[in-house]
């Protein structure tokens, strides 16, 4: 590999340590969770790290994803103004610490539902909510790659599946987690609400930043656009690319088939335009020197933070270079 994309995807991942490192040293005092109404018995709820979507119902309260521990107790609170059901279950989109942080709190709050003898015959069988993932999301949290923190293993998935999807009901509606592989991660889950036409993404689909590519995790840039049209698929619009399905983003603001979108188009276009430079020869530095990603800065690139514009196409460069088992 050359020796300064080495070093920039090196940066990426301390980058990312130090990230974990600042959200355990936050004011969590200072915030606050707010919950926005999707559809009637679907919630939006943001705080600090990934956003939360609620399902709530006659059996009981469904979540995704459960942020940073710290917040939990608030998170909790928050939810108890929305549905005094017990929680149930716990959709995990990926492994990242601000998406599954706060596992092990949220699901001591929860019971399982069980059925014929296993009540009583396990005396703690319904203890705890269920936390469902992809198994390789199970796995980066058992093993995460080097800069990443390994969860408790009361935080672990209780459910894992590992193939193109799950399939469950709950509160009146079917609910499909589908496995996006090799797009943030190799771990992906999508979660679709298909009575009240909504659609989870976690991190393969976010409104302010170009995507997080862990590369580490099996992310590619790739699988991030193959993600993008599989949601695309899923949205049915009200008129041309406006309403109808809404989308919940793994960060950011609750969205619509116009807005996954202009992410498609985005990604697809900078792809194509460093394959491009990399089919002429062009060396990391030099399209980066090259700015592939210059009309889109303004909306999606950062300078400074967790995840840069400059990591963000060293990135690509590596995925489009060397292709990962898996990807399109």
């Not at 018995?41 to 939360?52: A, C, E, K, Q, T």
């Not at 942080?101 to 296993?118: D, F, H, I, M, W």
């Not at 390789?136 to 209780?158: C, F, K, R, V």
């Not at 406006?242 to 088939?257: A, K, N």
């Amino acid at each position: 590999m050359n020796t300064k994309l080495l070093q920039q995807l090196c940066l990426a991942m301390c980058v990312l340590a130090s990230s974990v490192i600042n959200a355990q040293q936050q004011d969590f005092d200072a915030v606050t969770i707010e919950a926005l109404q999707v559809r009637d018995n679907i919630y939006m709820l943001v705080g600090s790290g990934g956003n939360i979507t609620v399902q709530v119902g006659e059996d009981g309260v469904l979540m995704v994803d459960t942020q940073y521990a710290p917040l939990s107790e608030k998170i909790i609170a928050k939810i108890r103004e929305l549905s005094d059901g017990p929680l149930r279950y716990i959709i995990n989109t990926h492994h990242h610490g601000d998406h599954t942080g706060g596992n092990a709190n949220l699901r001591a709050t929860g019971s399982t539902v069980v059925g014929g003898n296993v009540g009583g015959d396990i005396t703690d069988a319904g203890a705890g909510a269920q936390i469902i993932a992809h198994e390789n999301a199970m796995l980066h949290m058992i093993a995460p790659p080097e800069g990443q923190e390994a969860a408790p293993s009361e935080a672990l998935p209780t459910l894992t599946y590992f193939n193109d999807k799950r399939d469950m009901w709950f509160n009146g509606e079917g609910i499909r987690v589908i496995h996006e592989p090799n797009a943030h991660t190799d771990g992906d889950s999508i979660v679709y609400f298909r009575q009240s036409d909504v659609i989870a993404t976690g991190d393969v689909y976010v409104t302010g930043l170009y995507p997080f590519i862990d590369i580490a995790s099996g992310g590619s840039i790739q699988g991030v656009i193959a993600a993008a049209n599989n949601i695309i698929d899923l949205i049915i619009p009200v008129y041309g690319q406006d309403g109808g399905t809404l989308v919940i983003p793994g960060h950011g603001r609750l969205s619509d088939m116009g807005d996954v979108i202009n992410w498609r188009e985005m990604l697809t276009i900078i792809r194509d335009r460093v394959q491009d430079m990399i089919d002429r020869g062009l060396t990391l530095e030099e399209v980066q020197a090259a700015r592939p990603t210059r009309d889109y800065d303004p909306r999606w690139g950062a300078d400074t933070g967790f995840w840069t514009t400059t990591a963000f196409v060293a990135a690509v460069y590596q995925n489009l270079s060397t292709p990962q088992e898996g990807s399109l």
